[in-house]
């Protein structure tokens, strides 16, 4: 499993001019930069032979709310005050797929007219795709081969201005989608199926600490994030045995893993799978990785989905994710 190593971009930006716009307008001029950065990103995707992303509307909506908060709390990068990481954030909203986030933050001393904003964001563009490795967390997001969508987050006030791109990769339709918040690490119960042409090959749950509330100094300072080490791996339950022929008569063949398992929850032929997911190491967050692959490919899996599952010693009854 890859790791996101999503470097804080933050640029002091020294020119703007007072614009007085109400609420229609600075709408209108969200609705325009989200476009132009989507243009941005599929012209650059393009350029190493990249399909484009489609615009996630509702991923964009809890963006914009993300992006304020962080002008409201003086934050920069991929937290803020609330020590939430972003593949929480976004579960925590009710998404079900996977999610890769770039950031942005400019400051200057002057409010930001339309014309400033462009520039910025065709300039933050510019800078993540300018990146070199191993310093070059943003570009491969930005060209992660197995992107589908893309919700872009914006927002601006005065001399502040954040930006956001939330990388989706969606390859599962869930039939029964987990619960976001529960108040005992009971099992829980979820089904789904892969998109057409792809098929499931394991789950891993990784678990952590609930988060804690930081300052704002502190979360300016995380420069990276990634799912924590701390995982169990489920595998699609085998089939049994099989009979073959060889020379001489007939061999019984028992499937099973390297490990010595038979697998963990079924996946029938359809493509369909259910699993009942062990919570066991307590309170925490539990955060449900899918794996699919694509039908013959031998490459490497492609991680569908960042399910986080808040369980407290004792919380609100549970609430299901929507999208």
């Not at 009710?94 to 999610?99: H, Q």
């Not at 795709?129 to 967390?137: I, Q, S």
Request: neutral net charge; aromatic residues 8%.
């Amino acid at each position: 499993m890859k790791k996101l190593l999503l470097a804080v971009l933050t640029i002091a930006f020294t020119f703007g001019a007072t614009l007085a716009q109400g609420e229609g307008a600075a709408d209108e001029t969200r609705m325009t930069l989200r476009g132009e950065f989507v243009r941005l990103i599929n012209r650059d995707r393009a350029k190493f032979g990249l399909r484009p992303v489609q615009l996630d509307t509702q991923v964009s909506a809890t963006a914009d709310a993300y992006c304020r908060a962080q002008i409201r709390n003086g934050t920069t990068g991929h937290f803020t005050t609330d020590g939430e990481a972003p593949y929480m954030r976004y579960s925590f909203a009710g998404g079900n797929d996977g999610v890769s986030e770039n950031a942005a933050a400019w400051s200057a001393n002057y409010t930001f007219a339309d014309s400033a904003l462009y520039d910025m964001l065709r300039r933050s563009e510019a800078a993540m795709m300018a990146e070199v490795a191993p310093h070059d967390g943003h570009r491969k997001t930005i060209l992660d081969p197995d992107a589908t969508h893309v919700g872009i987050g914006l927002a601006w006030e005065k001399g502040e201005f954040r930006l956001t791109q939330e990388f989706i990769r969606h390859y599962v339709e869930w039939l029964r989608p987990l619960p976001r918040r529960l108040a005992n690490a009971q099992p829980v119960l979820c089904s789904g199926q892969a998109v057409k042409g792809y098929a499931v090959e394991a789950i891993t749950v990784h678990h952590e600490p609930l988060p804690q509330p930081m300052a704002a100094v502190t979360a300016n300072a995380i420069q990276s994030y990634s799912l924590p080490d701390a995982r169990r791996e489920y595998l699609p339950r085998l089939r049994g045995t099989y009979k073959r022929n060889v020379p001489g008569g007939v061999e019984t063949i028992r499937e099973e893993y390297s490990d010595g398992r038979r697998g963990d929850f079924q996946v029938a032929a359809d493509g369909k799978f259910a699993f009942a997911i062990p919570l066991p190491d307590g309170p925490g967050v539990y955060t449900v990785v899918v794996w699919v692959r694509p039908h013959g490919s031998t490459g490497d899996a492609i991680p569908a989905s960042d399910v986080s599952i808040r369980v407290d010693a004792a919380s609100p009854m549970a609430i299901s994710g929507t999208r």
